[in-house]
């Protein structure tokens, strides 16, 4: 006959088999904890090489950013300079041939398009590699807006083919890639001059107001970086450079007008000198001298005077 179990037995067995459950578990949860944990220390290791990783040895140098100058800028600006010229010659005569103005300005923005495209630019600044691609989206927009008001554009005036070119995506968006080029350019001398002076961040994020003794502290490579910010934010596609503002907000701080005008604040000085076009192309070197003499720049021809 078959055996069966007595109360005691049963309960041994039933015990045991609740401890065997519960090793079981235990060994699963360890095991979980123990994954969990290397994964976590994994996760940290990599997090903490990963800015020595971003940060390669080579960025920003100055060979990189003079490069930039003659490859991409410089073409850029000569685009820039054609069109701010263009737009002066309408102003000035009514009878301009508008719509072979806009052919013309179509045809130099794919061609400087092309030689950007073209430049070598170095990987390991990528925002050298930003600006570049920033830069060929504007010429691009600026062609293709141009070459789409040519055929109309002797039908109006001046100020209706200019307001027009504000009504049109392409022409405003062109513009906004324009200013983000210039400022990721400026950005990268930022960067240059925190690897040859450790006292300058290699990041900085302008504040919404900078009293102007604050302003007065900082050195030029930072001040830069907040005109260039300055002219993003409020969207000022113009033919002066972001250090020509710097300049001429300094010298009205130097003249003795932002106290006799109570103004207290860079941006209410930067706004008072673009509404009122007070600033020009070639302020900076016409001041440099004067104003910065010891100021430690990357030697690009645009902050040298004479170049």
Do not use: C
Request: glycine share 4%; net charge neutral; no cysteine.
């Amino acid at each position: 006959m078959e055996k069966r179990l007595n109360r005691t037995d049963l309960g041994f067995s039933l015990a045991f088999l609740f401890m065997l459950v519960i090793a079981t578990g235990a060994f699963f949860y360890g095991v979980k904890v123990g994954t969990d944990r290397v994964q976590a220390e994994r996760l940290e290791a990599e997090r903490s090489s990963k800015p020595l990783a971003q940060s390669a040895p080579n960025a920003y140098q100055q060979q990189d950013l003079v490069s930039f100058y003659h490859t991409v800028f410089l073409p850029y600006r000569e685009f820039q300079n054609e069109w701010f010229s263009a737009r002066g010659e309408w102003n000035a005569d009514p009878s301009a041939d508008l719509s072979a103005s806009l052919k013309m300005l179509s045809k130099t923005a794919n061609a400087k398009y092309a030689k950007i495209k073209s430049a070598f630019v170095s990987p390991s600044s990528p925002l050298l590699k930003d600006a570049q691609t920033d830069y060929m989206k504007s010429l691009k927009l600026f062609s293709d807006s141009f070459a789409n008001l040519a055929s109309t554009a002797n039908k109006g005036t001046t100020e209706q083919l200019l307001q027009s070119l504000e009504n049109q995506a392409f022409y405003t968006e062109g513009r906004k890639y324009a200013l983000s080029g210039q400022n990721a350019y400026y950005t990268a001398m930022l960067k240059w001059a925190a690897t040859v002076n450790p006292d300058i961040p290699e990041d900085f994020k302008s504040p919404a107001v900078i009293e102007l003794a604050r302003w007065k502290s900082m050195p030029l490579i930072i001040k830069n970086k907040v005109a260039v910010d300055y002219l993003s934010s409020h969207s000022l596609y113009a033919d002066f450079l972001p250090h020509d503002l710097t300049a001429r907000i300094d010298q009205f701080i130097r003249s003795g007008q932002a106290d006799k005008m109570k103004q207290t604040t860079v941006g209410s000085i930067a706004e008072l000198l673009t509404g009122t076009d007070a600033v020009r192309n070639g302020d900076f070197l016409g001041s440099k001298t004067m104003l910065y003499p010891n100021e430690q720049l990357p030697q690009l021809p645009f902050f040298i005077p004479d170049k």
